[in-house]
């Protein structure tokens, strides 16, 4: 008869990231709860910021996001089966989608519908700012992360032990990035009263 503990399956990655990701998920979500509360109050407000955003770049962005978590996954499947290299090649392409979803991000608060607006402008900006801004950040790290794992990819010092282990907890990193983003886009994007 098994154990109770031999009935659950491991987190992937193991657990400490899943800790992480509850709270980046708690943190992400309070957040959004307080973008949502301000269509209560304050939908014209809210209406005036979100026409200035730029829908078809977020879409792009998104199309980026996910292609880079179907690169960290095959990544961590090549390292699984003790394909270091091929893993290497994975993590870059999500790297890669990661600096194409920056430079696009730069550029849409670069743009000029969007110039001269800041944090204190409006509930929607604040929140607009604050979260596509604080979402940026973990892509970045992302990109560093993937980064790190190619090189120990390459380096045949992913396929066992911590080193698979860091390779499933950087993946289940990226995919928070994903999930998170795609609950950011059609809220800050799409929402309407």
């Known amino acids: 008869m098994s154990s109770r503990a031999?009935?659950?399956?491991?987190?992937?990655?193991?657990?400490?990231?899943?800790?992480?990701?509850?709270?980046?998920?708690?943190?992400?979500?309070?957040?959004l709860l307080h973008h949502a509360w301000g269509w209560v109050g304050s939908a014209e407000v809210m209406l005036e910021g979100q026409a200035r955003l730029h829908v078809d770049s977020a879409t792009l962005g998104t199309a980026v996001l996910l292609l880079g978590s179907w690169a960290a996954y095959e990544g961590v499947l090549a390292c699984e089966a003790g394909?270091?290299?091929?893993?290497?090649?994975?993590?870059?392409?999500?790297a890669a989608s990661g600096l194409l979803f920056t430079a696009n991000k730069i550029g849409e608060y670069a743009s000029p519908e969007l110039s001269g607006v800041s944090l204190s402008e409006s509930r929607f900006w604040f929140s607009y700012l604050f979260l596509t801004g604080l979402h940026l950040g973990h892509v970045v790290v992302g990109v560093g992360g993937f980064g790190w794992l190619a090189w120990q990819a390459w380096r045949a010092r992913s396929g066992e032990g911590e080193g698979l282990l860091a390779v499933q907890a950087g993946a289940a990193y990226w995919h928070l990035i994903d999930v998170v983003w795609l609950l950011l886009f059609p809220l800050l994007y799409l929402m309407a009263p």
Request: net charge positive; charged share 15%.
């Open 6 to 31: 031999e009935r659950w399956l491991p987190l992937t990655g193991g657990t400490a990231v899943w800790v992480f990701m509850a709270v980046e998920v708690l943190t992400f979500g309070l957040f």
């Open 83 to 94: 394909r270091g290299r091929a893993g290497a090649g994975w993590f870059l392409g999500t």
